[in-house]
Nanobody, 114 residues
């Protein structure tokens, strides 16, 4: 059974930082590509950052220079370090694993107050 469990969300002030974690089980972690997506109220889910099985990364323009995605294959965990947070970063953040089949976590809420 595949499980992706996100953690690390919460309430933070503008300019603050948070680190999200996604712990994966039931998959061959090192073979999978991972992404962090977010969905704000009334908006579509969007890709924030992605990391391939080889460690290549890409970011949405809105978070470049502020967010960093990383992975620890030994811990089966993907991270999203978020800095200089803005109110528009407020959303539910979801972890995605993809190697032909898509798997999703349950999401973790991030709220940035102005």
């Amino acid at each position: 059974q595949v499980q992706l469990v996100e953690s690390g969300g919460g309430l933070v002030q503008t300019g603050g930082s948070l680190r999200l974690s996604c712990a994966a089980s039931g998959i061959i972690f090192s073979f999978n590509h991972f992404g962090w997506y977010r969905q704000a109220p009334g908006k579509q889910r969007e890709l924030v950052a992605a990391i391939t099985s080889s460690g290549s990364t890409n970011y949405a323009d809105s978070v470049k220079g502020r967010f960093t995605i990383s992975r620890d294959n030994a811990k089966n965990t993907v991270y999203l370090q978020m800095t200089s947070l803005k109110p528009e970063d407020t959303a539910v953040y979801y972890c995605n694993a993809n190697r032909g089949t898509n798997y999703w976590g349950q999401g973790t809420r991030v709220t940035v107050s102005s």
